[in-house]
């Protein structure tokens, strides 16, 4: 019989009666409480009971009495653990956390142990921007380039958890340096339906976003979709960049501006399921988006050095597209003598497409002879998967293998036209035109046991991989040919001890792989004085990564861990001054060794049943160097991140939350980033019970604009930069929960995830 000890209908304990039908509840405070007997097949039964000190208060016996009809439903509803500890992962419930209803899945990552945001609401995984991330265990070409400009138009409401997978099992794709992101989306999929809409709104900066999930289920179909679209206006700002350069030309450039930019989003996924019996599952998904940046610029540059001075001012027009589908499709085979036993054929295919219109136009000038420009890329990519996986368990012991093959073709074609004065046409320029291929097939096998005990679990399992790749410059005819294999190991272990406490260790390589991000050798010269490309010719980079954690869950959660993590030849951006030309040339090279120790923490604890305080932050400090041009560079440093956030709920369905967010300076090869704060209030009342929700709040209250600060130096150069972002902003929202729910539906439990590719978002740290 179960035992539950309730206060203010609310739940507070619940313990299982010995076998004498005895229980005890200690160190209450005193009050007023109800106490109710459940046990299937009983009518539940429910005495008051007054502690008014220390003394002990006997209830008697209890008496329940049998049902008559049949019992359709007992519940007891608690709290549930926003936090759980896994052997290799830390998963964060983002429907147990009420500030789901508030805020934007970019917000709510500030909360997730190991994830912070930089001041430029860069993603980062303990400091680190080389990750991989998932949605729902695949990758998705909607958070490929920039999951920033994705997931702030996303409603937390439409995410069920968000996983950290620190030591990834041998089953995922070898690639991410400091680990993977997992973003599972709200999959409530039982019988009949349900489902969550979600209107936002905020300004002076952001815009209006409208999000959502939907359920059906109908014997044995099942579907689930969820899907969304974000405005996000950040208004006229001001830019500042300086760079002073030695030698023996010294020269010295200085430019301030202003800018204003706009980005939209669409997004979408939709997941179906068709149950042919209990053995033989299809399950097939699709998952759309599309979307856009756009940003004018009015920017005036003086340069000057040996008694000549350059003046002119850049009228910038830019605009970034971008449009995916992604279709999965995948068929499960159980068994008669061994349900948990399975055998999973997948098929996926992936295309994304992301043009980029830049035009520049140069007014007011001195000494200036540039022409006005246009530039246009057109990049494409495409993938197909093909795999196969087998789950054998054995009593306690669970195995796993499969085979994987991936084709993929990237392409680009990108063109420079310069304004022709005389006939007041631009005219394509050959020489800063080409077009590029780059195609990349993996082939990979691997192998994993996991093993349960009463108080241990391990995890162990080996990753072969072969990559073969080939680029092509259809335009300069050359070509850039590269295979290697890779053999990744990995093993994690969990040791479980009283009172809800665990330890984990585990041990992973990891391997990055170049994205077409990093390879695409389009040059962008949207800005005079600087040019950035991408490097065709990067290699893939191998990492060593050691994790040690200690999880404790009671009465809240704490999670205490250190990493170790080291890699050589690591791709890193890479910034060289150019005297004769006065050009700062930027991009990516295998130059760097990195070295990073990194400490966390994360605490979650209720002061009380009303009020509730959660903490986390980490504490690293990193060395890297790298020969640019054959010298020497070397840089290091500590970094880390503090995050506090304090709720409370009022009577009436009303809750208060405020927040504060400490980012400390990023190390980078050639230089660092700067720090930031960020502050927020916010607040909800559920208009009806678990149905309706109205939400607002303010960001940043005590300061209009931040500045997002950096500086890069080499031999003969230093240049800096501060762009202004507007911090104070005010949001509101208002979420409806709707429908009715029954019986659970089956998914596939294997399924294609590609995670080998360097994504978005990541920087070379």
């Known amino acids: 019989m179960t035992i539950a000890l309730k206060r203010n209908n609310e739940v507070l304990k619940t ?59 007992v519940a007891i509803t608690s709290d549930r653990p926003i936090i759980k500890q896994e052997v290799d992962r830390i998963s964060y419930d983002i429907q147990a956390d009420p500030e789901s209803k508030v805020l934007t899945v970019l917000d709510m990552m500030r909360k997730v142990p190991l994830l912070s945001l930089d001041g430029d609401d860069n993603i980062k995984l303990k400091g680190s921007g080389n990750y991989k991330i998932l949605i729902n265990g695949k990758p998705s070409s909607m958070v490929a380039r920039s999951p920033k400009d994705v997931l702030k138009s996303m409603p937390a409401s ?18 991410g340096l400091a680990g993977i992101i997992n973003i599972i989306t709200t999959k409530k999929i039982d019988n009949g339906y349900n489902g969550s809409l979600s209107v936002r709104g905020s300004g002076p900066v952001g815009g209006p976003g409208l999000g959502g999930y939907g359920t059906l289920k109908q014997n044995k179909f099942g579907m689930t979709f969820y899907g969304g679209s974000g405005i996000y206006n950040q208004p006229q700002t001001e830019s500042i960049s300086s760079r002073i350069t030695t030698g023996d030309a010294p020269t010295s450039l200085l430019n301030s501006g202003i800018r204003k930019a706009k980005n939209r989003n669409q997004y979408g996924g939709a997941e179906l399921s068709y149950e042919i019996d209990t053995l033989n599952l299809l399950t097939a998904e699709f998952n759309p988006n599309s979307g856009y940046y756009h940003s004018e610029s009015d920017q005036p540059y003086s340069l000057t050095g040996n008694n000549h001075a350059v003046n002119y001012q850049l ?153 073969f790749t080939k680029a092509d410059f259809i335009s300069s005819e050359s070509s850039v040919n590269t295979d290697y294999f890779n053999v990744i190991p990995t093993f994690s272990v969990n040791r479980k001890f009283k009172n809800m406490s665990s330890l984990n260790f585990g041990y992973t390589q990891r391997i990055e792989r170049p994205g077409i991000y990093t390879l695409n050798p389009f040059v962008d010269r949207s800005q005079p004085n600087f040019e950035s490309s991408g490097n065709p010719d990067l290699e893939a980079v191998l990492s060593n990564n050691f994790e040690l954690n200690y999880s404790r869950f009671k009465k809240g959660s704490i999670n205490i861990g250190l990493s170790y993590n080291y890699a050589n030849n690591t791709v890193q951006q890479v910034s060289v001054y150019n005297e004769q030309t006065q050009v700062t040339y930027t991009t990516f090279q295998n130059v760097g060794k990195n070295k990073r120790v990194t400490t966390n923490m994360n605490l979650n604890y209720p002061l009380t049943s009303k009020w509730n305080i959660s903490m986390s932050g980490n504490i690293g400090y990193t060395k890297l160097e790298g020969t640019i041009n054959g010298v020497l560079a070397q840089n290091d440093g500590f970094t880390g991140y503090g995050y506090a956030n304090t709720s409370y709920k009022f009577e009436q369905h009303w809750r208060a939350s405020a927040t504060f967010n400490y980012g400390a300076p990023n190390v980078l090869l050639q230089g660092s980033s700067g720090s930031y704060t960020y502050v927020s209030f916010s607040g909800s009342k559920e208009l009806i019970k678990d149905k309706l929700t109205l939400s607002a709040g303010i960001n940043n209250p005590f300061s209009k604009y931040r500045y997002y600060e950096s500086f890069t130096e080499g031999p003969n150069f230093r240049q800096q930069s501060s762009t202004q972002n507007y911090n104070r902003s005010f949001f509101g929202s208002l979420n409806w929960r709707f429908g009715k729910l029954k019986d659970a539906i089956k998914k596939a439990q294997r399924s294609i995830s590609n995670d080998d590719v360097k994504g978005g978002g990541k920087s070379g740290s």
Not at 43 to 58: C, H, L, P, R, Y
Not at 373 to 385: D, Y
């Open 15 to 73: 313990q299982v009666t010995e076998d004498a039908g005895d229980f005890n509840f200690d160190k209450l405070t005193p009050g007023k409480y109800l106490i109710t007997a459940i046990a299937i097949g009983y009518n539940s039964k429910s005495v008051n009971a007054e502690v008014t000190g220390s003394i002990a208060i006997d209830l008697g016996q209890i008496t329940v009495s049998s049902q008559v009809n049949n019992l359709k439903e």
């Open 158 to 175: 439409s995410i069920q958890k968000i996983e950290v997978i620190t030591t990834p099992p041998s089953k995922y794709d070898s690639e």
């Open 315 to 467: 009228l910038s027009d830019s605009r970034y597209d971008w449009s995916g589908l992604g279709a999965t499709l995948n068929y499960q085979r159980g068994f008669k003598n061994n349900k948990e036993r399975l055998l999973t054929f997948s098929y996926k295919y992936n295309r994304g497409k992301e043009p980029q219109e830049n035009s520049n136009v140069f007014i007011n000038r001195m000494n200036f002879a540039g022409p006005d420009f246009q530039q246009h890329n057109a990049s494409e990519s495409k993938e197909q998967t093909i795999q196969a996986d087998y789950v054998h368990p054995v009593k306690k012991l669970n195995i796993e293998g499969g085979i994987k093959g991936i084709l993929r073709d990237n392409n680009s074609n990108f063109e420079y036209s310069s304004l022709h004065e005389a006939t007041g046409r631009y005219e394509l320029d050959p020489s800063r035109t080409n077009k590029f291929n780059n195609d990349q097939d993996i082939v990979g096998v691997y192998n994993s046991y996991s093993l349960n005990l009463k108080d241990w679990g391990f995890k162990a399992g080996v990753r072969a991989e072969g990559t």
